[in-house]
T-cell receptor, first 112, second 113 residues
Framework: NAGVTQTPKFRVLKTGQSMTLLCAQD?????MYWYRQDPGMGLRLIHY???????AKGEVPDGYNVSRLKKQNFLLGLESAAPSQTSVYFC???????????FGQGTRLTVV | KNQVEQSPQSLIILEGKNCTLQ??????????LRWYKQDTGRGPVSLTI?????NTKSNGRYTATLDADTKQSSLHITASQLSDSASYIC????????????FGAGTTVTVRA
């Protein structure tokens, strides 16, 4: 049972490049989330999804897009990367919004 | 604005000793409070979840307490081990249907032999 798996684990981008982060969960969870973690700050919600085909903006959505075409996958896209998007990105999933959230191992992204 | 403040920011303890981490929050309404452990380079892992009516919850050597009246929580680590070295994050959920969790910045615990 893998839980929540994120791909890739590390990535370096040049300013203006695009990329997609993949999150996959095998727990049949309806709810999935993308967070970013920056030094000295708590995790902040970028986008979330309450089910296949639905997505919604979180606290810091600017510069990111998401898609949930399949229940088990939640993709986070950066269309034109900026240095301010250098961060560690975590995907999480849960049965319901107020139940335990399971996190992936994170993706460390550096934009130069 | 919903906030979660944790203290101390970091601490160092000797193996075998106990320590207590603090969490104060202003989130309202309140649904539940969670403590997560995050090892370096890993994602957070849940330790405890407490609702409004729960005062204490344990998970092995970890014991969390909650005072919903004063909006304070603590995480006590008993007989620390080297594997307890990690960041401990306090997370508060505002209410039913609220998808936004409020995260504290975490307390970094270093256990030394």
């Amino acid at each position: 049972n893998a839980g929540v798996t994120q791909t890739p684990k590390f990535r370096v981008l040049k300013t203006g490049q695009s990329m997609t982060l993949l999150c996959a969960q095998d727990m049949n969870h309806e709810y999935m989330y993308w967070y970013r973690q920056d030094p000295g700050m708590g995790l902040r919600l970028i986008h979330y999804s309450v089910g296949e085909g639905t997505t919604a903006k979180g606290e810091v959505p600017d510069g990111y897009n998401v898609s949930r075409l399949k229940k088990q996958n939640f993709l986070l896209g950066l269309e034109s990367a900026a240095p301010s998007q250098t961060s560690v990105y975590f995907c999480a999933s849960s049965v319901r919004p107020n139940t335990e959230a399971f996190f992936g191992q994170g993706t460390r992204l550096t934009v130069v | 604005k919903n906030q979660v403040e944790q203290s101390p920011q970091s601490l160092i303890i000797l193996e075998g000793k106990n320590c207590t981490l603090q969490c104060n929050y202003t989130v309202s309404p309140f649904s539940n409070l969670r403590w997560y452990k995050q090892d370096t380079g890993r994602g957070p892992v849940s330790l405890t979840i407490m609702t409004f009516s729960e005062n204490t919850k344990s998970n092995g050597r970890y014991t969390a307490t909650l005072d919903a009246d004063t909006k304070q929580s603590s995480l006590h680590i008993t007989a620390s081990q080297l594997s307890d070295s990690a960041s401990y994050i306090c997370v508060v959920s505002a209410g039913l249907g609220d998808y936004k969790l409020s995260f504290g910045a975490g307390t970094t615990v270093t256990v030394r032999a």
